[in-house]
């Protein structure tokens, strides 16, 4: 009976239309990626200033430049700082939101970054600017991660990679925003305060309204059925049909082949490394490591990169905000073909632009070019990373998606971490073109994993793409053979 109304739940969820209810739910959690943004892009836009300051430099660093490797990075130490937050929020913290659900975590993680920024804001030496930036990026790497799984759960199949690109481009609209405030405060002081220190003071001003907008949201209603809490999973998808308007307004219920259980006993130590699945998180672990040295990589040292070519500090920001602002624009593209184009394509289409665009980037010297095919790389790389967390959700059942998530793309941040420190390393020691030669090679990777491994999942529903045992065979050896969608 509980297994029944579990998949009753499931199921009504996939019949809702897309109403103002559903819409809401995706701009509010938007705001929260909308924060994320604006804190992972940042980075490399106060990063320069905050090197002229003397911020990294072996003495301020202290312990950590006793590592030769970490002394010549400098900056790259911030960016390292912050990706290895992010890692350890993403595959140590995260799970607690598939024990404790979607919504308390999100909350919870949004609090610990306020706090930790704030501390980190009045920072006066590379080690403690480090540490505390760490710190911050923990309650980030869990915060993006939920919402993420959390938001997978609330939409329609029919609309999910549509959905996904509209909250991306929200998410996205940071990052321009970002640039014109770096542009215009970090060249100077604020009533005797850094301009840098004054973003991080802005994202902890969002972080406090985030948290209070992120209040409202309903609990997912997938999570509380396959948590035996089927009274407040029913209010909630009662209280979405009744937004709808009546039931007429939705689908009739369409059978789904694929077997499918409740969830007691699938856990994410067992369950993403057994059956279909353990083809999947390998090929996402590959995928997300590889990714990252690209996008962020890029992201992380716009300035520093355009610095390294030749083109003046102040002029430097300026060059990056115009890069910036296709930042949004890529989810929009993306959004126009979301659910009409198989989203592995996409995803590899998108890698090979930037692959293009990053190469001819590190032959440049003129600052249109320049600008031309970094707003190339910026377009595509928005625009994938629109697509990759939508199809990274549809890979993995109710119980362990979150979970199963952080795990895949925790890779991403351990490598974005590293990179930080060797595209560091590489433009003082080879200087931009060898930081972007290494940039480019990783979109080779990620064309090559997603292209010849991913699976196809348009317009499939999250139960039939991931068929889940059922408890009685978990307690008796495992999986039950399931049904490859891989195909």
Same mark, same amino acid.
């Not at 704030?118 to 990026?137: E, P, Y």
């Not at 999910?160 to 990052?175: C, D, P, S, T």
């Not at 593209?333 to 590899?348: G, H, N, S």
């Not at 990777?445 to 045992?469: H, K, Q």
């Given at each position: ?82 990706? +290895? ?55 980030? =790497? ?151 040295? =690209? ?61 293009? +665009? ?9 600052? +249109? ?119």
């Amino acid at each position: 009976m509980e297994h029944q109304a579990s998949l009753e739940i499931h199921e009504r969820m996939d019949r809702l239309p897309v109403t103002w209810g559903i819409w809401r739910i995706v701009l509010v959690a938007a705001l929260g990626a909308f924060l994320d943004s604006y804190e992972i892009f940042f980075t490399g836009y106060i990063a320069p200033k905050m090197t002229q300051s003397g911020l990294f430099t072996p003495e301020s660093l202290g312990v950590i430049s006793k590592l030769k490797f970490m002394a010549i990075s400098g900056a790259g130490t911030f960016v390292f700082a912050t990706f +290895a937050g992010f890692w350890i929020g993403g595959i140590l913290v995260v799970r607690l939101s598939d024990l404790k659900g979607r919504k308390a975590i999100f909350l919870l993680s949004i609090a610990w970054y306020g706090i930790a920024s704030l501390i980190l804001a009045f920072q006066t030496s590379g080690l403690m600017l480090d540490v505390w930036r760490f710190i911050a990026g923990i309650g980030i =790497g869990v915060q993006l991660i939920t919402l993420y799984g959390y938001l997978s759960e609330m939409v329609p199949p029919a609309r999910r990679g549509q959905m996904f690109a509209i909250y991306q481009a929200v998410a996205y609209l940071a990052v321009p925003i970002m640039a014109v405030i770096s542009w215009a405060l970090v060249p100077i002081d604020v009533f005797g305060l850094a301009g840098w220190r004054c973003l991080i003071l802005i994202s902890v001003a969002l972080a406090c309204i985030l948290w209070l907008m992120l209040r409202t949201l309903p609990e997912s209603p997938r999570w509380l059925a396959s948590h035996g809490r089927q009274a407040e999973a029913e209010a909630i998808v009662r209280a979405l049909e009744m937004q709808a308007g009546a039931a007429g307004f939705v689908r009739a219920a369409q059978a789904v082949s694929a077997p499918r259980g409740i969830y007691d006993d699938l856990h994410v130590s067992r369950g993403i490394f057994k059956g279909i699945y353990l083809r999947r998180t390998i090929m996402l672990s590959i995928f997300n490591a590889a990714q990252s040295i =690209g996008f962020y990589g890029f992201a992380s040292f716009i300035p520093s990169l355009l610095i390294a070519r030749g083109v003046h500090f102040v002029n430097s920001l300026e060059y990056g905000f115009i890069i910036a602002i296709g930042y949004p624009f890529g989810p929009l593209v993306a959004a126009c073909i979301a659910d009409r184009f198989e989203r592995k394509w996409q995803i590899t289409i998108c890698a090979g632009i930037m692959l293009v +665009a990053m190469t001819v980037f590190a032959t440049l010297s003129s600052p +249109a070019g320049l600008v031309f095919f970094g707003l190339c790389f910026s377009l595509a790389g928005s625009a994938m990373a629109s697509v990759f967390p939508t199809y990274e959700a549809e890979l993995y059942p109710t119980a362990i998606r979150v979970g199963a998530i952080g795990f895949v793309w925790s890779w991403s941040r351990l490598t974005a971490a590293f990179s930080g420190l060797i595209i560091g390393y590489l433009l003082a020691a080879g200087g931009s073109t060898a930081a972007a030669a290494f940039i480019a090679s990783s979109m080779v990777v990620v064309m090559a994993t997603i292209g010849i491994l991913g699976p196809r999942t348009r317009a499939r529903s999250l139960e039939e793409l991931n068929p889940e045992p059922v408890a009685e065979a978990t307690r008796h050896g495992g999986l039950r053979a399931v049904i490859s969608s891989n195909q």
